[in-house]
């Protein structure tokens, strides 16, 4: 393995300085493709919430009245402190998350920068409207703030998800107040140092520690004006719940299932790599967006699932800091046992086929180095869990169809809606079928990441509002006020 980088004692972010968390606890930030602790974090209890929303309630008016313009030229500066320290972060990303540097790591710091190159000249399109009521009266409408923005982000993507967030509520003249996930917080406090370079103090506050202690408590403060949580829907449900009684408004980014449709007439070279490619294995599948249910058209079946089985085998799985890694490291122990629960309990269903993959050896003892070479299933009955709930792990089912009607019903067949597949040879076809899936996001005969000015989120339990836009930025993170004036001097 190659050398992880140094063991950090890092800090969190709160009013412009970094502190320690005021029980004094730490948590260990753990490689888990090593089992090496690469840092430790503080852990940070109500008392230090109450510090961050109180330093982002100090600076909340100041902020509000900076011009946006001056606000996306601090976030533009961001960038290209980020920039600079690409290779950096890259690294701190890779030893944390376990995401491969140059298939996962890498390419997600771009994804940051470019992210907030976009919010950065966005500043003129926070507008209002003008109202023709009559000529004696004047009526218009201001996009304001909404105030306190509390962000809780989860492990699989922690750049690219903390900036989804913070470069349109900060550029909105909104304060921030984010939790990373306790598994991978150290590449997001390097971000906030990198943002406290251009921002006022308690602008951006980041504190550090557990979902359920610190997130719960960020969550449920009662001066929060917003809440944008990415994560599983069970706690998006709960948040959700939470917030009810305070009536603040959330936006929730959560699981998927999202399906994949290869038509009879695909080019199946191609669909089978954009199939690998939207299945996110090279991130692990720890996806929102993942395409793990695979509808093939039974005059395919068997020639297109063997063609994807040897490309999912092909794959190098490994130490992340390797540039020759495809595929690292599970996020942890917790989410590796669960994927293999899905693994073997899906592998004692009768006559069901494993045509790449597997459950990994030593599955059963193994403390860190959670590789896992993607796993392929066929002949899975349609209620097996596997084919149902998010797995979050390399876990494939290839189910085939006969027609557009049946396959329409068993993709929509799922309380998820975030993203879609569709591959065929003659684009037509797949367009006539986008109408009817059920999805937020749907791509025909590719199968990228999100582009930043793209609304992205869920239908269904997939979520609420959409993010990686301009208009998600505008429902997300400000409020109409209408101003009506009397023309008439009396
Ligand atoms: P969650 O438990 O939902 O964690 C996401 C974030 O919420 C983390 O920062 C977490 O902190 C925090 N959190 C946990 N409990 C909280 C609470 N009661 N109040 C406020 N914040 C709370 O997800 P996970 O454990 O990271 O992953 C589990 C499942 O979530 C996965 O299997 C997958 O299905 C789903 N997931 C979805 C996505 C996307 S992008 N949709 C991303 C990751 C995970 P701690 O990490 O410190 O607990």
């Not at 690409?86 to 790591?105: C, D, F, W, Y």
């Not at 992210?115 to 304001?144: C, H, V």
């Not at 929730?252 to 695909?266: C, H, M, N, Q, R």
């Not at 998600?472 to 009396?490: A, L, N």
Request: charged share 20%.
């Amino acid at each position: 393995m190659s050398a992880p980088p140094h063991s950090l004692n890092e800090r969190m972010l709160i009013n412009g300085v970094f502190c320690d968390s005021a029980s004094g606890g730490r948590i260990d930030v753990v490689n888990p493709a090593t089992g090496d602790v690469v840092g430790t974090v503080p852990r940070a209890i109500g008392e230090d919430v109450q510090f961050a929303v109180d330093a982002a309630a100090s600076a909340r008016v100041s902020w509000a009245h900076t011009p946006p313009r001056e606000r996306g030229h601090a976030l533009y500066k961001i960038s290209e402190d980020i920039e600079a320290a690409l290779e950096e972060i890259a690294r701190l990303l890779a030893s944390e998350t376990g995401n491969a540097i140059r298939t996962q790591s890498r390419p997600e710091v771009r994804s940051a920068i470019d992210l907030f190159r976009y919010y950065a000249g966005l500043g003129g399109e926070i507008k209002g409207q003008t109202l023709p009521i009559n000529r004696d009266m004047l009526s218009w409408t201001w996009k304001e703030p909404l105030g306190i923005v509390a962000a809780v982000i989860p492990w699989n993507a922690p750049i690219a998800l903390a900036v989804a967030k913070i470069a349109p509520a900060l550029l909105t003249g909104n304060v921030v107040v984010l939790k990373p996930a306790e598994d991978a917080p150290l590449a997001v406090l390097r971000l906030a140092e990198i943002c406290n370079r251009f921002l006022p103090k308690g602008v951006l506050n980041v504190i550090t520690g557990y979902g359920s202690e610190a997130g719960a408590a960020l969550a449920s403060h009662r001066n929060i004006d917003k809440i944008t949580f990415t994560g599983s829907t069970e706690v998006g449900k709960l948040i959700l719940r939470d917030s009810s009684s305070r009536i603040v408004p959330v936006s929730l980014e959560l699981g998927g299932k999202s399906p994949s449709i290869v038509f009879p007439d695909a080019d199946t070279d191609w669909a089978a790599d954009g199939v690998v490619t939207a299945t996110r294995v090279t991130r692990q599948s720890q996806a929102c967006v993942a395409g793990s249910r695979v509808f093939v058209h039974e005059s395919i079946f068997k020639s297109f699932t063997k063609k994807l089985a040897s490309r999912l085998s092909a794959f190098k799985v490994g130490d992340p800091l390797d540039e020759e890694t495809d595929i690292g490291s599970v996020i942890n122990v917790k989410q590796f046992r669960r994927i293999n629960g899905f693994i073997r309990e899906t592998q004692a269903i009768p006559g069901v086929q494993v045509l790449a993959g597997g459950l990994p050896e030593n599955h059963d003892d193994i403390t860190s180095g959670f590789f896992m070479q993607p796993t392929l299933f066929t002949d899975i009955p349609l209620d097996a869990r596997v084919a149902r709930e998010e797995v979050f792990g390399p876990v494939i089912c290839a189910i085939p169809w006969k027609t557009e009607e049946e396959v329409v019903r068993m993709a929509n067949d799922t309380e998820y809606g975030l993203a879609g597949f569709l591959w065929a040879g003659n684009p037509l076809n797949a367009l006539r079928l986008s109408r009817e899936i059920e999805a937020g996001w749907l791509q025909i005969n590719q199968a990228f990441a999100q582009f930043p000015g793209q609304p992205f989120g869920g239908f269904k339990q997939s979520g609420i509002g959409r993010e990686f836009s301009l208009e998600g930025m505008i429902e997300s993170y400000t409020r109409t006020k209408s101003v009506t004036m009397s023309m008439q001097v009396t």
